[in-house]
């Protein structure tokens, strides 16, 4: 998309954000705008990352509008999606993961079908540029707290039933994020995002809640595959992975009074090459898995009181040199429900991990929530990388103690649905691997702190 095309579309869309109202009313019940408006400022001390060294700090605006117009048996809809970053230091981690300035983050049609799984099922099928957001949002998700919101193009289908059961099925390519380089990004330049036509990625996916049989009260169970196929174009040079990943989850929500659980694992099989330079033709095996468990209760008490238990696992590469690779990546899934805060933070990501933890939640009224976890962070393969830091040691000697991940935040409503004021902050008190591997950053500690606001219509 040209930029001169996109500053037409992201005036209009700024106009919408200041105005919605009446915006919204222009076009009646067939027309809605919906959006949100956020900023946040975040800071660190103490650099985890290989290399790195000092401090850190970045203000990050995101700024989302969704029109929506209901023309009959189709609703067409498009969102714009402008994702800037300021402030940020020499040797921050900016990515296209936080900037991502003015662009189509959707543009699709849809339609509602009176069929479904069985009788009184719909069936919902979309198509064109979207976003996707399925279960947990362990395999792919529409992120929250990331200044860029990832997407895709295709086609998606969700068919429901009377009793709640959902099915979900899509093949899509993902959309390629521009621009990549570190300078357009520090400048926060415009530079329209392309499909990513060599790179195909699908799923299907089945919930069904209220399981039967003994001790299933409330449990909802689900059962997915999705897969992932690559290969090389002129301008978009990858590890040609062809995946294949199944899992299941069990899960119950929190209740006063009740426990509630959460338990998704997932295995993975296929190949993929070492690196994406062109000149590396050596297919390597992958048999890779991830697993998450949580089990907790919710007290009886104003606050509502959560406490919890969790692990989190994600396979890493045994052995650098062999014909294999071993680690579980994350692809288009979330990490910082089950993780921490990220920005420019987020030491851990499901991928060559182990981390057994607990937390507790509070929701003392409707308006403001809080929660505080906790995390001893390992590699599962000493011999394999700390992702997030890309720091390693093949030899294995410098040990597999990430840390332990102290992470909190709070969340209240200054107008309800409207207004959220949001706090937080994160400690990862380091362990041996920072200190001890060869290009550990030896900084010692990282402590992180953000606030945001913002502002929903």
Request: hydrophobic share 35%; proline share 5%; net charge neutral.
């Given at each position: 998309?040209?930029?001169a095309?996109?500053?037409?579309?992201?005036?209009?869309?700024?106009?919408?954000?200041?105005?919605?109202?009446?915006?919204?009313?222009?076009?009646g019940d067939?027309?809605?705008?919906?959006?949100?408006?956020?900023?946040?400022?975040?800071?660190?001390?103490?650099?985890?990352?290989?290399?790195g060294?000092?401090?850190?700090?970045?203000?990050?605006?995101?700024?989302?509008?969704?029109?929506?117009?209901?023309?009959?048996?189709?609703?067409?809809?498009?969102?714009?999606q402008?994702?800037?970053?300021?402030?940020?230091?020499?040797?921050?981690?900016?990515?296209?993961?936080?900037?991502?300035?003015?662009?189509?983050?959707?543009?699709?049609?849809r339609?509602?079908?009176?069929?479904?799984?069985?009788?009184?099922?719909?069936?919902?099928?979309?198509?064109?540029?979207?976003?996707l957001?399925?279960?947990?949002g362990?395999?792919?998700?529409?992120?929250?707290f990331?200044?860029v919101?990832?997407?895709?193009?295709?086609?998606?289908?969700?068919?429901?039933?009377?009793?709640?059961d959902?099915?979900?099925?899509?093949?899509?390519?993902?959309?390629?994020?521009?621009?990549?380089?570190?300078?357009?990004?520090?400048?926060?330049?415009?530079s329209?995002?392309?499909?990513?036509?060599?790179?195909?990625?699908?799923?299907?996916?089945?919930?069904?809640?209220?399981?039967?049989?003994?001790?299933?009260?409330?449990?909802?169970?689900?059962?997915?595959?999705?897969?992932?196929?690559e290969?090389?174009?002129?301008t978009?040079?990858?590890?040609?992975?062809?995946?294949?990943?199944?899992?299941?989850?069990?899960?119950?929500?929190?209740a006063?009074?009740?426990w509630?659980?959460?338990?998704?694992?997932?295995?993975?099989?296929?190949?993929?090459?070492?690196?994406?330079?062109?000149?590396?033709v050596?297919?390597?095996?992958?048999r890779?898995?991830?697993?998450?468990?949580?089990?907790?209760?919710?007290?009886?008490?104003?606050?509502?009181?959560?406490?919890?238990?969790?692990?989190?696992?994600?396979?890493?590469?045994?052995?650098?040199?062999?014909?294999?690779?071993d680690?579980?990546?994350?692809?288009?899934?979330?990490?910082?429900?089950?993780l921490?805060?990220?920005?420019?933070?987020?030491?851990?990501?499901?991928?060559?991990?182990?981390?057994?933890?607990?937390?507790?939640?509070?929701?003392?009224?409707?308006?403001?929530?809080?929660?505080?976890?906790?995390?001893?962070?390992?590699?599962?393969?000493?011999?394999d990388?700390?992702?997030?830091?890309?720091?390693?040691?093949?030899?294995?000697?410098?040990?597999?103690?990430?840390?332990?991940?102290?992470?909190a935040?709070?969340?209240?409503w200054?107008?309800?649905?409207?207004?959220?004021?949001?706090?937080?902050?994160?400690?990862?008190?380091g362990?041996?691997?920072?200190?001890?591997a060869?290009?550990?950053?030896?900084q010692?500690?990282?402590?992180?702190?953000?606030?945001?606001?913002?502002?929903?219509?």
């Amino acid at each position: 998309m040209k930029p001169a095309t996109l500053g037409v579309i992201g005036a209009s869309a700024l106009s919408i954000l200041c105005c919605p109202d009446r915006a919204s009313a222009q076009g009646g019940d067939r027309l809605r705008v919906s959006g949100e408006w956020r900023g946040r400022y975040e800071t660190l001390t103490g650099q985890f990352r290989a290399g790195g060294s000092g401090t850190d700090q970045m203000l990050a605006f995101r700024t989302l509008v969704l029109v929506e117009a209901d023309t009959g048996p189709i609703t067409w809809g498009a969102e714009m999606q402008d994702s800037r970053a300021y402030l940020d230091d020499e040797g921050s981690p900016v990515s296209t993961s936080i900037v991502n300035p003015l662009d189509l983050l959707q543009l699709y049609g849809r339609t509602q079908l009176d069929r479904g799984l069985g009788d009184g099922g719909q069936t919902e099928v979309r198509v064109g540029r979207m976003t996707l957001d399925i279960g947990s949002g362990r395999q792919v998700e529409r992120v929250d707290f990331a200044n860029v919101i990832s997407h895709y193009t295709g086609l998606a289908v969700r068919t429901t039933s009377r009793r709640g059961d959902e099915l979900h099925a899509f093949y899509v390519v993902p959309v390629g994020r521009r621009p990549t380089d570190r300078q357009s990004l520090t400048d926060n330049a415009v530079s329209g995002d392309e499909e990513e036509t060599g790179r195909r990625y699908w799923a299907v996916h089945y919930v069904r809640p209220e399981l039967t049989g003994p001790r299933m009260d409330g449990i909802t169970g689900e059962v997915f595959v999705y897969g992932l196929r690559e290969e090389d174009t002129a301008t978009v040079p990858t590890p040609n992975r062809r995946y294949l990943t199944w899992g299941a989850r069990l899960s119950r929500e929190p209740a006063i009074g009740r426990w509630d659980l959460d338990v998704e694992g997932a295995y993975r099989s296929g190949s993929r090459r070492a690196t994406s330079g062109l000149g590396d033709v050596r297919d390597l095996r992958v048999r890779a898995w991830t697993l998450h468990a949580s089990i907790g209760r919710t007290l009886d008490h104003p606050w509502r009181p959560r406490l919890a238990l969790d692990f989190d696992y994600a396979s890493g590469d045994r052995r650098p040199d062999d014909d294999a690779f071993d680690q579980y990546e994350r692809l288009f899934g979330s990490r910082r429900s089950d993780l921490g805060n990220t920005g420019i933070h987020g030491p851990l990501t499901p991928a060559n991990l182990s981390a057994p933890g607990g937390r507790i939640e509070v929701r003392p009224s409707a308006r403001w929530d809080a929660r505080l976890a906790y995390k001893a962070a390992f590699l599962a393969s000493a011999t394999d990388a700390w992702v997030v830091a890309r720091v390693r040691d093949p030899s294995g000697r410098s040990g597999r103690f990430i840390g332990h991940a102290i992470d909190a935040r709070a969340r209240y409503w200054l107008d309800p649905d409207r207004v959220r004021l949001e706090v937080g902050g994160s400690a990862l008190l380091g362990g041996d691997l920072g200190d001890r591997a060869p290009n550990g950053s030896r900084q010692g500690d990282t402590v992180y702190a953000y606030v945001q606001m913002t502002r929903t219509f």
